[in-house]
């Protein structure tokens, strides 16, 4: 067979040991597609776990525009309640002033 050969063509493997290369390469080729589903099933389960927490995030940040929104209407009602306790606190002090100079005009009588 050798005759029938073309020049700088190799001649061909035996036929155990194309068999056995191709075998090797069929096992190099199982082990990398099983390293690609494990690292597509690890990025999947990443991105289970980013929804998941972004989820939760949102959810957290409704809440604290839910209570901002709850703190700022008691601060309104703290600086109206304030407003009103103003007039009554000079009023208490008049009237302490009055009850003084009574107490005052009741001891010269």
Same mark, same amino acid.
């Given at each position: ?31 990398? #597609? ?13 991105? #289970? ?34 407003? /009103? ?13 009055? /009850? ?10």
């Amino acid at each position: 067979t050798a005759v029938n050969m073309m020049p700088g063509e190799t001649p061909p493997p035996p036929a155990g040991t194309a068999a056995a290369g191709a075998c090797a390469n069929c096992g190099v080729l199982q082990q990398n #597609i099983n390293e690609y589903v494990a690292a597509l099933i690890t990025l999947k389960q990443k991105m #289970i776990d980013g929804d998941r927490l972004l989820t939760e995030y949102q959810q957290k940040c409704t809440d604290i525009l839910y209570y901002s929104i709850k703190i700022s209407a008691l601060r309104s009602q703290v600086e109206q309640m304030l407003q /009103k306790i103003l007039p009554l606190e000079k009023c208490q002090e008049e009237l302490g002033s009055l /009850k003084a100079e009574l107490e005052e005009k009741k001891v010269c009588l």
